[in-house]
T-cell receptor, first 117, second 112 residues
Framework: DAMVIQNPRYQVTQFGKPVTLSCSQTLNHNVMYWYQQKSSQAPKLLFHYYDKDFNNEADTPDNFQSRRPNTSFCFLDIRSPGLGDAAMYLC????????????????FGQGTRLTVV | ELKVEQNPLFLSMQEGKNYTIYCNYSTTSDRLYWYRQDPGKSLESLFVLLSNGAVKQEGRLMASLDTKARLSTLHITAAVHDLSATYFCAVDTWRDGNKLVFGAGTILRVKS
């Protein structure tokens, strides 16, 4: 059974038209990540939530925003998609550990492939 | 800041041969992962290594971790065509806010 679910699997949006990608998890993990992966490149971390705390990477464009209304759901909003934002977007979850516990590994969703036309 | 380096970035090998992919990271980490990715697909978890000296094996793949050297290896034994994919190592640590940082990836092509 899928534990990290991303919707939709494929998204086509128009240049400049806002788009939202969603991620849900059934693992009750407290850390959720959004990655952008362009062709032939490694996944690039955009931001992550540690519980409700939002952590933005310094080089993530302002065009990208995120929301986490509860533990299970996390959204990626692209306010004005450009052609350069076409990519696979990956959501992942994990349970943190603070150096004394065991924690759990990161699990990835199936990804959303975004096309900008 | 945690940095992860992989090498080689591209590996072309004959079926039946052995080879090793290396993953170095810059600071103390808590978990080291190896993932496989097929074209157009998401990441498939292969191994999670937690402690110094950890070794895990699945089929023709074996991963090891040396935390003192900050080095992990992914060894491929008697490669077969089905192993062709991109392999990523990734590292996270609670000391860096639980960020999961990836290496650049190794494109593996196994030739018949």
């Amino acid at each position: 059974d899928a534990m990290v679910i991303q919707n939709p699997r494929y998204q086509v949006t128009q240049f400049g038209k806002p788009v939202t990608l969603s991620c849900s998890q059934t693992l009750n993990h407290n850390v959720m990540y959004w990655y952008q992966q362009k062709s032939s490149q490694a996944p690039k971390l955009l931001f992550h939530y540690y519980d409700k705390d939002f952590n933005n990477e310094a080089d993530t464009p302002d065009n990208f925003q995120s929301r986490r209304p509860n533990t299970s759901f996390c959204f990626l909003d692209i306010r004005s998609p450009g052609l350069g934002d076409a990519a696979m977007y990956l959501c992942a979850t994990s349970r943190d550990f603070t150096g004394t516990g065991s924690g759990t590994e990161a699990f990835f969703g199936q990804g959303t492939r975004l096309t900008v036309v | 800041e945690l940095k992860v380096e992989q090498n080689p970035l591209f590996l072309s090998m004959q079926e039946g041969k052995n080879y090793t992919i290396y993953c170095n990271y810059s600071t103390t980490s808590d978990r080291l992962y190896w993932y496989r990715q097929d074209p157009g697909k998401s990441l498939e978890s292969l191994f999670v290594l937690l402690s110094n000296g950890a070794v895990k094996q699945e089929g023709r793949l074996m991963a090891s971790l040396d935390t003192k050297a900050r080095l992990s290896t992914l060894h491929i034994t008697a490669a077969v065509h089905d192993l062709s994919a991109t392999y990523f190592c990734a590292v996270d640590t609670w000391r860096d806010g639980n960020k999961l940082v990836f290496g650049a990836g190794t494109i593996l092509r196994v030739k018949s």
